[in-house]
């Protein structure tokens, strides 16, 4: 860490800090030639950054010199991480599809989607029982019985299985069915939830939420895995943005920069992302094209009666053709599909 | 509901847009002489809200007659409504000031601000026992240890006490200490929790998230009153935006625009709002002169030794500095304080 | 356009509209069974656009029926357009690569990476000769000299030149140079400087600007259009966001969109997009693999010694290299690069 | 600045990097004990910046020890500036207000609405008499007509005149009528309009673009100062956010952030920076209160009829009634208006 003292500091702001500082068991160096505005500390940085150094009179700025994260750093894990989910790893050579409806809302509506899909190439089927709606009035999901028609359908496809979890009072439940269980972008800095879900063995996806740096999505990343559960996979789904153009901002660029910063494999949703149907295939397209591990998208048969996000769910058959361009480009940069 | 549609919709996507209206108990009326192109509904819009009409065939835009909001909307209390803390009124003629540390820390450190606070002119007083962090390695609150020293305080002081509420496990707990539940701004779309203490009967402080509208923002007032509990006070804290001049950006505008929209009391918080103490009596005098009806303030004796938010906590003796200059602010727009 | 009239609405407030909606030459049609909230209103858009109806008493939401752009529109060449640069075409099957450094620096070293770019497949040279720069204290740009050694350039190398124009007094100088003129972000809304550019014959790249809605995009293109010169090329290269994690957030969503709602041919900057040079092979893929038209990139021999954007500057052998790799996402969709 | 170094960088990344800098005539420190992480280099920190060092091999992060604007800072005039216009003082005692119409639209309502304003206190009378406006369909102002109209207001009231300046081209003939040139929102990266205002001797008023972070504001106030001209008032008028509950959102914090950064006068537009009339006289208040050096106000005699912004127009007597309720505000705050 190093503190960047004011222009105005008076020599008892330096002198009070650095007797701070030690008392904390840290050493301090002392910058030569800089006006004496500079200190170089060493010690234990998560000691240093719950010190409100900011605030001390004389000190203009603190500046880390290490990651808040660490278990989620690439550093961790140099040569990258594949998450296994039963026969599917996500994170190696071969780009995962995850598709299937917004919302379970009916067993037979459910399987119909799950075989299409899996015809047309997906591994897991994704469906939610339990849905955060901006309105109270708004459907709720199915809850329970939604996790059965869940099963069902991996018993029946043999796809594995991808869905959200809410409440930390839900997380077993959830985990005795589902295979991947899902953090929503709402429930992003939900720490309860975050700490609830390290302690179990299945693998999560963890959402980025709509206004969420990157550097947030590892540490929270990090509240699952310093419980205990590493098998975190990491999904950008677009950010909030002043344009409303379309639903949400997909913000692509998230890909190769979190591939650089941490060793968990990277998905994206292009559904929610953009929030309409049409735009999903090129969007899908492009995150592969940049290094996406894998792909969370929406499928409806009939999108206009869908319980939620109708707009956004493409058909089957449109799903189809867009995993035929898919497996084109994907074999451009060197994966398969 | 008035659905508008494309130019080049079909007669034939326009009669099937009618019969699924009709068939789910709507009146369509169609506006004449304007190319066919509107659609008048008549019915439930809940439901209309539900069927992703978007996504239908030929249907360029729907523009919704109602606001999804009913409970919480002004048009339900035209009066406005006042949350009664015990002899604490919020909403009435007298702004309301609730101040104390980020975090409990220690019961000797507390009681000595809560009696500070209050001999400024504070009549609730604030402190985390459950504190949602960022970082996992962070200070995460003294849990019921805290809960226990802020009851404390009231018994002592008389002040009457907020404090946040993370988890719907912790509900229970929190309530039988608290005289008011805090959601914090990372919970502000946590609908589980916000079902939770809508079933308990004392008011909540709901925060607004870093990137929540204001419609979203009434809608999640709306879960916790459409559970049975009517007390909820509103609180802008800021938002995030693109400048970091600031820690967040506080949107003081909500303030008057709530008024207008809601019954419910609407309060300020300088002091998350900008993140630095150094702004926050200016910005609390701009709330209250724009009409806030409390403000919830971060005091401090050392705030360089705070356990977390030390920048943007006031000195006891600034904070009854700034009480002294919101007086005459107050009066000035006819109110007290 | 619709009017939709406020719940409270008084009749008065009904009849002075229909009234004052008459005087302008409009047609009024009265929606039934909405409870008299909907007015359909034909007749010029654009004159209703500036009547500022939504100040009108009674009123509480305008819904326009038409696009605010129309030469911009895709109804208005339902075809696409192609943009002509002498053998160049903007807008077909080729994507085509724009590349070069940030500024013209002196003579040898852009006539060195001009060879190298065009050596790599490029086919336009791009180098700023006059800069827009935040601080008044840095590089400004060479000026006339600049302009001199990109037409130098042009004619040893046969490859076409794009340069930014930043002052309505420059334009026909610029001209005389340049085979395209480019109006950067911070001037989208510079309309002066939109209706200048309107007035010659040469083709206009016109980038977003930071905080550009797609829509105020289209209206800036018109700006340019609605003078007279129709070549106009779009450029998506990165809007503000929240995070700093790159310098700007590219929007790839906007090609699709774009390519929807004009005719006019898109491409993206994915070195402005980034920030920084590491990031820009993956999202120039990215770009192709959803329908760009073509790339702007900046290549410099020496990034670290560049008077300005080394970061996101790639080193010549480096960009060659992704040239290679985008022929083959180019072919993955079907075109050529 | 000081220069930090990747974990990674290798002794001859760091020796190259020294050797670079000692060639451009910079004194390099290095920091014991931070494992060589950190180098201290002193000398013109312009000079450095323009070096592109984050780009150099090893470096993580640069961290400049100096702000890059200098005439603007607050240390360049530690006891603030007032600017004078004719009789009125911006940045004084007194609160200055300046209202009118969004534009000036023919000479009879200016007139009239000229003198109404004066008769409620404002010292400074507003009008556009060239427009920035998204669509190039729309009302773009009287031009030179207009101009007229304001110095025959100005001769008829008394009132100083305040109006916009878009063209480099046209500074001279908007100086020759205006008392006070407005640079918009829209221009405030227009670096060309920037220095030809700069180089006249009559005060600028500058608006803080949408997106444009605080720094960046000082760096527009500097290009204007560092070609000679050093009467500047700054102007906060909203900025671009994510919610369109409001047209803009107004960022108050920037009062008394910029008023400890800068010595410039600082005001507020709370007609551009809520979008409607009825927000404006609680905005106004707030700006009062939390130190604004003056307001600018729309304000209008038939807000329905108006050619721009409608809107957000005050009737004459709403401002009358906001001017006697900021007095009482201004005094609150030790101030006069």
């Known amino acids: 860490m190093i503190i960047v003292l004011r222009d105005d500091a008076t020599p008892g702001d ?25 200190l170089g500390v060493v010690g234990d940085e998560d000691l240093l950054h719950s010190q409100s ?3 001390s009179p004389g000190v203009e700025r603190v500046v880390p010199l290490t990651k808040p994260y660490k278990l989620a750093s690439r550093e961790f894990r140099p040569d990258g991480h594949v998450v296994h ?5 996500v994170g190696g050579e071969k780009v995962v599809v995850m598709a299937g409806p917004c919302s379970v809302e009916n067993r037979a ?55 959200e979890v ?17 953090i929503g972008a709402r429930n992003i800095q939900n720490f309860n939830l975050l700490k609830e879900v390290g302690k179990i063995r299945k693998p999560i996806l963890l959402k ?29 789904r677009g950010i909030r943005s002043f344009d409303n153009a379309t639903r949400n ?28 149907w049409r735009w999903v295939p090129p969007m899908a397209r492009a995150a592969v094209a940049c290094g996406a591990d894998g792909l969370m998208v929406e499928v409806h048969a009939t999108p206009e009666a869908a319980f939620s996000d109708g707009d956004q769910s493409l058909l ?9 361009d898919l497996r084109k480009v994907a074999k451009a940069v060197g994966r398969t599909l």
């Not at 799950?114 to 999901?141: E, L, N, W």
């Not at 077993?172 to 899902?182: E, G, M, R, T």
Request: charged content about 25%; hydrophobic content about 40%.
């Open 85 to 89: 989910v039963g026969p599917v790893a």
């Open 53 to 55: 150094l900011d605030s």
């Open 109 to 163: 509506d459910f399987l119909d989607v799950a075989r299409r899909v899996k015809a047309a190439g997906a591994t897991i089927v994704r469906g939610g029982a339990f849905k955060p709606r901006t309105s109270p009035y708004s459907f709720q999901g199915l809850g329970k019985e939604g996790l059965q028609i869940l099963a069902e359908a991996r018993d029946e496809t043999g796809l594995r299985v991808v869905t």
């Open 316 to 324: 089957p058959e449109k799903f189809a053709e867009m995993m035929r």
């Open 208 to 236: 980025r939420g709509l206004m969420t740096t990157l550097t947030e999505f590892l540490m929270s990343a990090e509240y699952i895995m310093s419980n205990g559960n590493y098998e975190v996979i990491l999904c950008e």
């Open 14 to 38: 330096r002198e009070a800090l650095i007797r701070r500082l030690s008392r904390l068991g840290m050493t301090v160096h002392e910058s030569e030639g800089m006006g004496g505005r500079i």
């Open 166 to 182: 809410m409440d930390p009072r839900d997380v077993d439940l959830v985990a005795s069915y589902a295979d991947i269980l899902q």
């Open 249 to 276: 901002l997909l913000d692509l660029t998230a890909i190769p920069v979190l591939h650089a910063w941490t060793h968990l494999p990277v998905i994206a949703d292009p559904s929610h992302g953009t929030g309409k």
